[in-house]
């Protein structure tokens, strides 16, 4: 990350360079902000690079490339889409797409942790309150997820252990700004992370 201090007339202001990793932007379905602007005044500017990212990534020895988010279609044209999540940020990028799309029933079903859906007796009641919540906090948790991917590439997200498999991924505070939501919690479960929460 690259600081510079600039002067406009008697103001003055600071610009943080960030490289992000280009596979961030091919991965979101939706362009991705090239800059943001901190309540301090700090633009944060993003260069996109090609470089090796956990979001794409070969596993040693095999050609196939790894897909954090799957389509595929059979031979009658029904199209299926596999969530996968070794990195926290796969579970934030899958979040992200499935809350852009409005995929509300495959980020319950293949997205969300155990822990979370046990809360509920039914699990039908469980997907219709989970749907509910996300529909009405919508655009909230796509600004704010947005946000937090961007920041993963850079020093902006802390990644915290939290005991019992739980991992945090927070905002730092001088980066949070307007935005609702600050942290995503998430656990490792057969072999996958799964969201557990996404917090203030």
Partial sequence: MLVCIAVVGCKEYRIEHVKRPAFYQ?????????????????IVKYESIEAPSSLGMKADGD?????????????????????????????????????RNEEYELLWEQGVSKRTKEQFEDPDVGLEEFTTYMQKQRHELVASLTRILTGMSGQEVAVERLGDGVTRCRLRNQYVGNLKFTKVDMVKEDHNLKLLMVGH
Wanted: net charge negative; glycine share 4%; charged share 35%.
């Fill in 63 to 99: 050609d196939k490339v790894f897909l954090p988010r799957e389509e595929t279609e059979d031979s009658l044209g029904k199209k299926t889409v596999t969530l996968r999540a070794i990195f926290p940020e796969h579970v934030v990028l899958n979040t992200l797409n499935c809350l």
């Fill in 26 to 42: 091919k991965a979101s379905k939706e362009k991705l902000p090239d800059q943001v602007v901190l309540d301090d005044g700090t």
